[in-house]
């Protein structure tokens, strides 16, 4: 037998496991244009559905006439809310507690909602038949200002909810009440405002924006009639959670439905929830006994599918004249349109908010959260961030850029003052959030020392005193952004939807000749799971990643995850894949001492393989140990090296990070120039160096989006005044700066393998990174806050407010 | 996403494209490159019965830029103005303009001539061929006639082409050597419409501006020919009173609407910065 | 609207189908010709990841009804593919440089840049980025897809040079 093995570091390359930069095993076939997603789709007698949707914020309506439809050759239904009724399928419930309209009855509540669901033989005939639906409305106000939901004047606009004095998440004062939701200290945090030295007191809005994925949503449902089988492929980031809702809702049995996500083309929030194109496509594939295939376009998918953000927040942060923060209080209101759909962790009807004391060392906060419905798009959802993270994250970060102002401090040494120290780690906020881990000072001086900060404000200096000189047109401005998250939902004792808690999972079989098939709770839109969780499981069993398959999104297969948003997948199927990888191991090691004929303890694990200890050439690797567990396990072991994990994280993780912003603002355009920008991210341990990079990239450029031109703008009317890519704001290659990337690794203490999750981070960070650089090129002239997005007429108005406009 | 249904009619001559028009009268469309006329019917804003595509028509291609005239077939693409060199050296703002229309795959299909015959107001080339003093030759049943560029105009989507009549080409008054221009323009992100923009083209003879037109884009529902505007450049050395007293004139006739770009009186500032910008830089290529 | 017959190369093949004359060339290649490699992502015209290449050109296959390319020579992304099986250098370089994440708007995105190179085999970052102004991307931020197109130009003008 040789000895003459490679090195340990030669044979961990190889695996390509942990922290390798391996090539991603998607890109194969993406790049040949053969992804198989939702609309890639076909089966023979497959059908097309379509919408007719209301061109009306608010309307009654009074009659449907489906005659001239249904004469269309080639239509072969027209669904309406009374067909759907005695299925009790014309409301169903939303991930939030509520209910939402699959096809409208009585009220249509905002444009573009569900009307009627044609169903033809193909999409061309089913567009015409849209058109011949004749549908009759009343108009009625709308009610589009959330601050104004409440009034005592205003009407309710939910008459399936009329008289109800409680929702979902507690009492209901008035019609348009959703709920109200309040964390913290009230009393000791009104009393620290009172005696502080300074209070900054500032209304932050963050605007309605879409999450906008490049594929819009869809299905293709299959009613088997033979079988009683239901079978839906379909842009579900949360396959399971779908199956146990369709089974509830429709009464048929879970193990007779089968959830299959194919390739997303990315989610971003977007595709959690269950729209009603879902809903309607299963109702017709039941109905017709064909499969159904509905596929929304793109001003359908910003029309009616989730919103993000819309939260009005109210902040005060209190603080000694030295700036050391001692209370931050918020009042809100958060809009949900006409039905809440969002999609939370139940308990938490605002998200996970209360993160919104950020990174900073806050001994009181109190917030209280108002949700009201409107005549807009139902929503909302975590647009590429974790629950309300980047509301809160965005809220703290000008909260205190402000109050840096107030006392004319610089926003970074604002920051460094208030920073949680490494000390005190793990660290329990005053909202309730046990922090895991963090070595904030040292992000902060790195990122710092990397942009030459003292620099930029010495250069920020001379621009200003040029400015005032009339030598140029140009406001230059730094923004700093320290943004902790909170992210993998979570642990089943606090999180879980609609009652399914939130843990995750994994099942590993080993094949006799030493490769793997994994599969996961979790579902990719484009994070490259099939890659990075055989690198976290080759690093476990010593298997490389190439011998290990990868897969997820078949609920017949997979075990039951609660899929993947919100930052999650690492956290918590990413433990769950090495929880489960631990246990093959262990087993592994039995039968390797068996085939040694020496005790359990006497073995030690070496990259790929275990050997006896002290006697290093007796060696047995995992493929042969793959082998013997087919033919030759220990008396009384089961055959078979296979292994699942069910892990109940025992918290979130808290991924943070240090951004900085430099933009070159024209005051005479509007016009911002992101000159740099530079991300500095700790996300734990680093699975894939490049595909963390490629995840930053990708959110700092949905941030950039955001911050600088994103807005779901509706008119008194609730007409949708940017429903089409003309007007909703995607950055091109043109608009999108080069970002720099860094990091720090601070493991989280309680993952098996120390990682936090990354995929959202640069959207929480960068937006806020972004707006307080716009914020901060005007400040030295009294700016204190002006809203996003800022886009070039904002940017003017806030420049013409300060007289700056007139050369 | 999807059109109504039309018939399809493709002629192989010019003459049987004329017919075509004319015997459908005002149920027909053409389609050239069709960016601008497609995506209108697939929002199903547009549903005309018939279609007739221009693309067989040889007689409507081809770029002569020998003359005094430029003559420009209406259906040369955008993609073939920019990669012209006889136009880079003749006149070189159309490239200028047409780099900043669209996209790359826009500017393979669409056409000059879709782009100053349809009337949008956000269109570019428009107030280029104003501020050139181009004019189309159009052609129908009746005949050939030319219209000024600057009298084609008359609202949003109103133009002088009648019924039946096809842009056949765009000609253009060569541009002295050596004359100043430029085509400034403010948009969202690369590839919008324009929220402002102006094009400038002038002439300069012993340091002293003797003559100019401005045009604007996308600020009232036709483009603006800015004539008082250019006055005030005539005579002087471009100066920075000059430039300025040429931008109000030009902020003042602006009359856009207020949209996603902005309210109507940030539109008109920009009207107003894109002719100080654009007069700026046709200085610095005259000199 | 009864169908007309079309008759075009996609992919250097002959193919021929009935359609409608308003059937938009993506929904032919996607339905009729089974290539679903092009993808539809607005209606508007203006995320490109339907792009495909046509008589030499960058089309947004979208935005042009199939009677229209009656007559053309297509190439989608199914057409990149080398007779061997290999990839062409612009997937590996996709591949390489990590310039995909969902793959939604990557075979628009390698068509586009195909047609880029061809236009300008040696093009700067600046001229990258305006290249692809006409195709939208979601995920990736574009950075790694620049650097995947720059590197796939130098890779080509190499084996130019080599061939020479």
């Known amino acids: 037998m040789s000895v003459d093995i490679e090195s340990a570091e030669a044979r961990t390359q190889k695996l390509e496991g942990l922290g390798a930069k391996r090539k991603r095993v998607e890109d194969v076939r993406f790049t040949q244009g053969k992804g198989n997603y939702v609309d890639d789709l076909k089966f023979p007698g497959m059908l097309f559905g379509d919408f007719v949707r209301s061109p009306y914020g608010h309307a009654r309506v009074k009659s449907i006439n489906k005659e001239a439809a249904l004469k269309l050759p080639g239509v072969k239904a027209v669904l309406t809310a009374a067909d759907l009724k005695p299925l009790k399928l014309d409301f169903m419930p939303t991930l939030a507690g509520d209910v939402q309209a699959v096809l409208a009855g009585g009220k249509v509540l905002f444009q573009g909602q569900e009307v009627a669901f044609v169903v033809a033989e193909d999409r061309y005939i089913a567009a015409d038949a849209v058109d011949l639906v004749e549908v009759e409305y009343e108009g009625l106000p709308?009610?589009?200002?959330?601050?104004?939901?409440?009034?005592?004047?205003?009407?309710?606009?939910?008459?399936?909810?009329?008289?109800?004095?409680?929702?979902?998440?507690?009492?209901?004062?008035?019609?348009?009440?959703?709920?109200?939701?309040?964390?913290?200290?009230?009393?000791?945090?009104?009393?620290?405002?009172?005696?502080?030295?300074?209070?900054?007191?500032?209304?932050?809005?963050?605007?309605?924006?879409?999450?906008?994925?490049?594929?819009?949503?869809?299905?293709?449902?299959?009613?088997?009639?033979?079988?009683?089988?239901?079978?839906?492929?379909?842009?579900?980031?949360?396959?399971?959670?779908?199956?146990?809702?369709?089974?509830?809702?429709?009464?048929?049995?879970?193990?007779?439905?089968?959830?299959?996500?194919?390739?997303?083309?990315?989610?971003?929030?977007?595709?959690?929830?269950?729209?009603?194109?879902?809903?309607?496509?299963?109702?017709?594939?039941?109905?017709?006994?064909?499969?159904?295939?509905?596929?929304?376009?793109?001003?359908?998918?910003?029309?009616?599918?989730?919103?993000?953000?819309?939260?009005?927040?109210?902040?005060?942060?209190?603080?000694?004249?030295?700036?050391?923060?001692?209370?931050?209080?918020?009042?809100?209101?958060?809009?949900?349109?006409?039905?809440?759909?969002?999609?939370?962790?139940?308990?938490?009807?605002?998200?996970?908010?209360?993160?919104?004391?950020?990174?900073?060392?806050?001994?009181?906060?109190?917030?209280?959260?108002?949700?009201?419905?409107?005549?807009?798009?139902?929503?909302?959802?975590?647009?590429?961030?974790?629950?309300?993270?980047?509301?809160?994250?965005?809220?703290?970060?000008?909260?205190?850029?402000?109050?840096?102002?107030?006392?004319?401090?610089?926003?970074?040494?604002?920051?460094?003052?208030?920073?949680?120290?490494?000390?005190?780690?793990?660290?329990?906020?005053?909202?309730?959030?046990?922090?895991?881990?963090?070595?904030?000072?040292?992000?902060?001086?790195?990122?710092?020392?990397?942009?030459?900060?003292?620099?930029?404000?010495?250069?920020?200096?001379?621009?200003?005193?040029?400015?005032?000189?009339?030598?140029?047109?140009?406001?230059?401005?730094?923004?700093?952004?320290?943004?902790?998250?909170?992210?993998?939902?979570?642990?089943?004792?606090?999180?879980?939807?609609?009652?399914?808690?939130?843990?995750?999972?994994?099942?590993?079989?080993?094949?006799?000749?030493?490769?793997?098939?994994?599969?996961?709770?979790?579902?990719?839109?484009?994070?490259?799971?099939?890659?990075?969780?055989?690198?976290?499981?080759?690093?476990?069993?010593?298997?490389?990643?190439?011998?290990?398959?990868?897969?997820?999104?078949?609920?017949?297969?997979?075990?039951?995850?609660?899929?993947?948003?919100?930052?999650?997948?690492?956290?918590?199927?990413?433990?769950?894949?090495?929880?489960?990888?631990?246990?093959?191991?262990?087993?592994?090691?039995?039968?390797?001492?068996?085939?040694?004929?020496?005790?359990?303890?006497?073995?030690?694990?070496?990259?790929?393989?275990?050997?006896?200890?002290?006697?290093?050439?007796?060696?047995?690797?995992?493929?042969?140990?793959?082998?013997?567990?087919?033919?030759?396990?220990?008396?009384?072991?089961?055959?078979?090296?296979?292994?699942?994990?069910?892990?109940?994280?025992?918290?979130?993780?808290?991924?943070?990070?240090?951004?900085?912003?430099?933009?070159?603002?024209?005051?005479?355009?509007?016009?911002?120039?992101?000159?740099?920008?530079?991300?500095?991210?700790?996300?734990?341990?680093?699975?894939?160096?490049?595909?963390?990079?490629?995840?930053?990239?990708?959110?700092?450029?949905?941030?950039?989006?955001?911050?600088?031109?994103?807005?779901?703008?509706?008119?008194?009317?609730?007409?949708?005044?940017?429903?089409?890519?003309?007007?909703?704001?995607?950055?091109?290659?043109?608009?999108?700066?080069?970002?720099?990337?860094?990091?720090?690794?601070?493991?989280?203490?309680?993952?098996?393998?120390?990682?936090?999750?990354?995929?959202?981070?640069?959207?929480?960070?960068?937006?806020?990174?972004?707006?307080?650089?716009?914020?901060?090129?005007?400040?030295?002239?009294?700016?204190?806050?002006?809203?996003?997005?800022?886009?070039?007429?904002?940017?003017?108005?806030?420049?013409?407010?300060?007289?700056?406009?007139?050369? | 996403m999807i059109p109504a249904s039309f018939e399809y009619h493709r002629p192989r001559s010019l003459d049987e494209a004329i017919a075509v028009l004319a015997s459908h009268g005002d149920d027909i469309r053409i389609v050239a490159g069709g960016h601008s006329l497609i995506p209108m019917m697939k929002l199903r804003l547009a549903q005309p019965g018939h279609l007739v595509d221009l693309q067989d028509l040889g007689e409507l291609r081809g770029i002569d830029a020998d003359g005094s005239t430029i003559v420009i077939g209406a259906m040369t693409t955008q993609h073939a103005l920019i990669t012209s060199a006889a136009l880079a050296a003749t006149v070189p703002i159309l490239r200028e303009t047409s780099i900043q229309i669209a996209d790359p795959q826009v500017r393979y299909c669409g056409t000059l001539g879709g782009n100053v015959a349809n009337g949008d107001p956000g269109n570019d080339m428009p107030a280029v061929m104003m501020a050139l003093d181009a004019s189309y030759r159009v052609t129908g049943k009746a005949g050939e006639r030319d219209i000024p560029a600057r009298d084609f105009y008359q609202g949003a989507y109103a133009t002088s082409l009648g019924e039946g009549e096809i842009l056949a080409s765009v000609r253009i008054p060569a541009p002295a050597d050596g004359h100043g221009y430029a085509y400034e323009k403010q948009k969202r992100k690369i590839g919008d419409y324009a929220t402002a923009a102006a094009a400038v083209v002038l002439t300069l003879s012993g340091g002293k501006c003797n003559s100019a037109a401005i045009a604007l884009t996308n600020v009232a529902d036709t483009p603006l020919l800015a004539t008082e505007a250019a006055a005030a450049l005539i005579g002087t050395g471009l100066d920075d009173t000059a430039i300025t007293e040429a931008a109000r004139r030009a902020q003042a006739i602006a009359k856009p609407s207020a949209d996603g770009r902005g309210p109507a009186d940030f539109r008109a500032h920009v009207a107003g910065v894109m002719v100080k910008r654009a007069v700026a830089r046709a200085r610095e290529h005259a000199a | 609207m009864p169908k007309m017959h079309v008759k075009l190369k996609v992919n250097n093949r002959e193919v021929e189908g009935l359609a409608e004359p308003r059937t938009l060339l993506i929904h032919f290649l996607r339905e009729q010709l089974a290539l679903t490699g092009s993808h539809i992502g607005c209606d508007t015209s203006h995320c490109g990841a339907c792009t495909i290449d046509l008589n030499g050109k960058s089309v947004k296959s979208c935005t042009m009804f199939v009677a229209q390319a009656n007559g053309a020579e297509i190439t989608t992304i199914e057409g990149f593919v080398n007779p061997d099986g290999s990839l062409h250098v612009l997937q590996e370089m996709f591949r390489e440089h990590h310039g995909l994440q969902c793959g939604f708007c990557t075979p628009g995105m390698i068509t586009r840049a195909y047609r880029l190179l061809q236009e300008n085999p040696d093009p700067s970052e600046a001229e990258i980025r305006m290249g692809i102004s006409g195709n939208l991307c979601r995920c990736t931020g574009y950075q790694n897809i620049v650097k995947a197109i720059r590197a796939a130009a130098d890779r080509m003008s190499h084996a130019k040079e080599a061939a020479e």
């Open chain 1, 142 to 807: 709308a009610q589009v200002d959330p601050n104004h939901a409440m009034d005592s004047g205003a009407p309710g606009l939910r008459d399936d909810l009329q008289g109800k004095t409680s929702g979902a998440h507690g009492p209901r004062k008035h019609d348009n009440h959703v709920f109200t939701w309040e964390v913290g200290d009230a009393e000791g945090t009104d009393m620290a405002l009172k005696q502080a030295d300074v209070v900054a007191k500032e209304l932050i809005v963050y605007q309605r924006v879409h999450p906008c994925p490049l594929e819009t949503c869809g299905c293709v449902a299959l009613m088997d009639k033979v079988n009683g089988h239901l079978t839906v492929w379909g842009t579900f980031q949360a396959p399971h959670a779908v199956r146990t809702v369709a089974s509830l809702i429709s009464g048929i049995p879970e193990h007779k439905i089968r959830i299959i996500s194919p390739d997303i083309g990315g989610g971003f929030g977007n595709k959690v929830g269950v729209y009603p194109g879902y809903i309607c496509s299963i109702v017709a594939s039941i109905v017709l006994g064909v499969p159904v295939k509905w596929i929304e376009d793109r001003m359908e998918n910003l029309q009616s599918t989730a919103f993000a953000r819309d939260y009005h927040m109210t902040g005060e942060i209190g603080a000694t004249k030295d700036g050391r923060i001692t209370a931050l209080r918020c009042n809100m209101i958060a809009d949900h349109g006409a039905f809440d759909a969002c999609a939370d962790p139940t308990k938490y009807p605002a998200g996970f908010f209360s993160i919104c004391t950020g990174s900073y060392d806050i001994p009181v906060a109190h917030v209280v959260v108002d949700g009201v419905y409107t005549n807009k798009a139902p929503g909302g959802v975590a647009y590429r961030c974790s629950f309300r993270v980047t509301e809160a994250s965005y809220f703290i970060e000008r909260m205190v850029d402000i109050l840096a102002r107030k006392l004319n401090m610089d926003p970074a040494e604002i920051r460094r003052k208030n920073l949680i120290r490494k000390e005190q780690f793990p660290y329990h906020s005053a909202l309730g959030w046990e922090y895991d881990s963090g070595d904030y000072h040292t992000a902060l001086d790195k990122a710092l020392k990397a942009v030459d900060y003292a620099g930029l404000r010495e250069e920020q200096k001379r621009n200003r005193e040029a400015f005032a000189r009339g030598e140029t047109r140009t406001l230059m401005g730094i923004g700093v952004s320290f943004f902790t998250e909170i992210v993998g939902a979570g642990p089943i004792k606090n999180c879980d939807i609609l009652g399914l808690g939130m843990f995750d999972s994994c099942e590993i079989r080993v094949h006799p000749t030493g490769s793997a098939i994994a599969r996961l709770g979790t579902i990719s839109q484009g994070q490259g799971h099939a890659t990075t969780f055989a690198q976290i499981l080759a690093s476990e069993i010593g298997i490389p990643a190439a011998n290990i398959t990868v897969e997820e999104g078949d609920t017949d297969t997979a075990p039951y995850g609660l899929g993947t948003y919100g930052s999650r997948s690492t956290p918590v199927a990413g433990a769950a894949t090495a929880m489960a990888g631990r246990k093959i191991r262990a087993k592994a090691q039995m039968i390797a001492a068996y085939l040694l004929e020496v005790h359990d303890d006497d073995l030690e694990w070496d990259v790929d393989r275990f050997r006896v200890k002290g006697v290093p050439e007796r060696q047995k690797t995992m493929a042969e140990i793959a082998f013997a567990a087919y033919n030759k396990v220990p008396p009384g072991m089961e055959p078979g090296l296979e292994a699942v994990s069910y892990y109940d994280p025992p918290n979130m993780t808290y991924p943070f990070g240090a951004y900085v912003c430099v933009v070159d603002i024209d005051v005479d355009t509007g016009v911002s120039d992101i000159r740099r920008f530079y991300a500095l991210d700790d996300c734990g341990t680093r699975i894939n160096p490049t595909i963390i990079e490629g995840q930053v990239h990708g959110g700092l450029t949905e941030a950039l989006g955001i911050a600088m031109g994103q807005e779901m703008a509706y008119d008194e009317f609730g007409n949708l005044k940017n429903a089409s890519l003309l007007d909703y704001f995607l950055p091109t290659a043109v608009e999108t700066p080069v970002w720099e990337t860094d990091y720090t690794t601070t493991p989280s203490p309680h993952h098996p393998i120390g990682a936090k999750g990354v995929g959202e981070s640069p959207n929480v960070g960068g937006v806020s990174a972004i707006s307080n650089a716009v914020n901060d090129a005007f400040a030295h002239l009294g700016l204190t806050h002006t809203q996003m997005p800022h886009d070039h007429w904002r940017v003017w108005k806030t420049a013409e407010r300060l007289d700056l406009t007139t050369a």
